[in-house]
């Protein structure tokens, strides 16, 4: 019946507020990581563990993020009138999906040039 389209529009429209928090919250990920790749040697050790703990937040939203799409798909189906709304959710899932595989490649990155420094470090207190 007609509520059950209701409460399908209702469903994408949390859907969607959930996919636009998530990109706030990775744009706040991102400057952490600018913020990052600016430490002292000094801070080198600490930043190791939060690098760890942006990886694991970025896999814990990279899994939201599919189950959405997920949910997304499954409804697609229920209303002919709905598939726009669709379309734009799935293209909000997409985006935020890019923008956290850009973000845990810059993780990596970042891990990499701690590692790089930590290996400097060592060698010039020998």
Known sequence: ??????ALEEALKAKEAT???????????KERVRELSSL??????????????LR????????????????????APARERLEHQLAS??????????????FEQQT??????VDRLQRDKERLER
């Open 108 to 113: 990596e990155e970042l891990s990499d040039q």
């Open 56 to 75: 694991e937040e970025v896999a814990d939203k990279e899994e939201r993020c599919k189950r959405l799409q997920r949910e997304v798909d499954e409804a």
């Open 1 to 6: 019946g007609g509520s059950g389209v209701g």
């Open 19 to 29: 996919l636009v928090a998530l990109e706030a919250e990775n744009g706040r990920l």
């Open 40 to 53: 002292t040697d000094a801070s080198i050790n600490a930043s190791h563990a939060t690098v760890r703990g």
């Open 89 to 102: 959710a799935q293209q909000l899932v997409k985006g935020s999906l890019l923008q956290h595989q850009k």
